[in-house]
Nanobody
Framework: QVQLVESGGGSAQPGGALRLSCASS????????MGWFRQAPGEDREFVAA????????WYSDSVKGRFTIARDNAKNHLYLEMTSLKVEDTAVYFC??????????????????WGQGTQVTVSS
């Protein structure tokens, strides 16, 4: 059974930083492209970042580009999201997700089929 478990969420002040982790099990992690999404209260889930199977290619939403960094450690079966220069509008539940196929750039052309339970990130002064 494939499982994705996020951790590292919490509270931060504007301008601060947090590092999210996603531990995977039940799959050959290095075979899959991965991504991060987030969902704020009352909003739709939105794409944050994605990374290909070996970490050589990454993609970001315009709202986080230059502030967030997605990375992976295939030896440890972990996905990461380094978040810096946090803004109040980054407050959301953050989800780790696995793609089972890609036909173009994410998120529209990726088939995200497995999701973690999410971790809360709250940015406030």
């Amino acid at each position: 059974q494939v499982q994705l478990v996020e951790s590292g969420g919490g509270s931060a002040q504007p301008g601060g930083a947090l590092r999210l982790s996603c531990a995977s099990s039940g799959l050959h992690f290095g075979n899959y492209a991965m991504g991060w999404f987030r969902q704020a209260p009352g909003e739709d889930r939105e794409f944050v970042a994605a990374i290909n199977w070996n970490g050589a290619s990454t993609w970001y939403s315009d709202s986080v580009k230059g502030r967030f960094t997605i990375a992976r450690d295939n030896a440890k079966n972990h996905l990461y999201l380094e978040m810096t220069s946090l803004k109040v509008e980054d407050t959301a539940v953050y989800f780790c997700t696995k793609s089972q196929g890609e036909t173009g750039p994410p998120p529209a052309a990726w088939d995200f089929d497995t999701w973690g339970q999410g971790t809360q990130v709250t940015v406030s002064s």
